[in-house]
């Protein structure tokens, strides 16, 4: 199978085109690479796929061979693959997701994709539809236990569910530890990812997170989004300005707007590319 590395932030997939591969059980396949000493060495598998009502899809695969909804790092990374290989020619794209056609802007230097600002679309904050067991028309600053100690959590879905959780100190989390009690908690049927934030002003926020079936990676996209959505509706940041958001691999720029969507800007790099046997 013909693949290529690419990262967003840090957070990285082994990138596939189904234009040009066929590539039989991606769940089996995206396990395989994303070992780091056996495989390639991923957060997942990204397919790029041709669709019928955008310009290209976006099929993704976590480490644990579980299909995703969406990744924000992952479709940046996914629309400079499409334009640097020819798959596209235009600098505005869309692109289809299990969770809806997204809309992006490229920046484009000396022929390759540098910077990518995607719509990623309404942030859904009504409990059962992000899902999260609760009524209500949100999940917004909301005490639970997890592993016998008290949180206040505030639960967001940007295509995928998120719980963000405001505190202190996060450097010295044991994510490892504390990350799979939020993944599993009986509260989120389909798992959770989680963002434990520090606030340093009202344009800057610093993250940390633990995603469901990756454990912890250096960077999550719709993590970026929904904590800048939490942190607006706790009062930390202001609704229609863009805020900085520092995670382990770098900084993405998210914006949640008046109308309920949310802006993310950030880079996308190419690694290398390559050949894997898959038997």
């Known amino acids: 199978m013909k693949f290529t590395k690419m990262h967003g932030t840090g957070n990285d997939y082994v990138y596939v085109n189904l234009f040009e591969e066929t590539v039989e059980n991606l769940n089996e396949a995206s396990i395989k690479v994303s070992d780091r000493h056996f495989g390639i060495g991923s957060d997942g598998l990204i397919c790029v796929a041709p669709s019928e009502v955008a310009d290209c899809r976006m099929i993704m695969f976590n480490a644990d061979g579980s299909e995703g909804a969406m990744c924000g790092n992952g479709i940046r990374c996914v629309a400079k693959y499409a334009y640097d290989h020819g798959i596209v020619d235009k600098e505005q794209i869309t692109v289809e997701t299990k969770s809806g056609i997204k809309h992006l802007d490229l920046t484009v230097e000396n022929g390759k994709v540098v910077y990518v600002k995607v719509n990623m679309g309404q942030a859904i904050l009504k409990p059962a539809d992000i899902p999260v067991k609760a009524d209500g028309e949100d999940f917004v600053a909301q005490t639970i236990q997890v592993d016998g100690k008290e949180y206040t959590v505030t639960?967001?879905?940007m295509g995928n569910p998120h719980c963000v959780v405001f505190t202190t100190g996060i450097d010295e989390l044991d994510l490892e530890k504390i990350g799979p009690h939020f993944e599993k908690h009986e509260l989120f049927p389909d798992r959770i990812n989680t963002e434990f934030?520090?606030?340093?002003?009202r344009h800057t926020l610093k993250m940390r997170v633990w995603e469901r079936g990756s454990g912890e990676t250096i960077s999550c996209g719709t993590g970026t989004c929904a904590t800048v959505v939490a942190a607006v509706l706790n009062g930390h940041?202001?609704?229609g300005e863009e805020v900085e958001v520092q995670i382990r691999?770098?900084?993405l720029y998210d914006t949640y707007l008046e109308n309920g969507e949310v802006l993310m800007k950030g880079p996308a790099t190419e690694v290398f590319q390559g050949e894997i046997?898959?038997?």
């Open 155 to 157: 639960c967001v879905s």
């Open 197 to 201: 934030v520090e606030v340093i002003d």
């Open 237 to 239: 940041c202001d609704r």
């Open 249 to 251: 691999g770098g900084s």
């Open 277 to 279: 046997d898959l038997d």
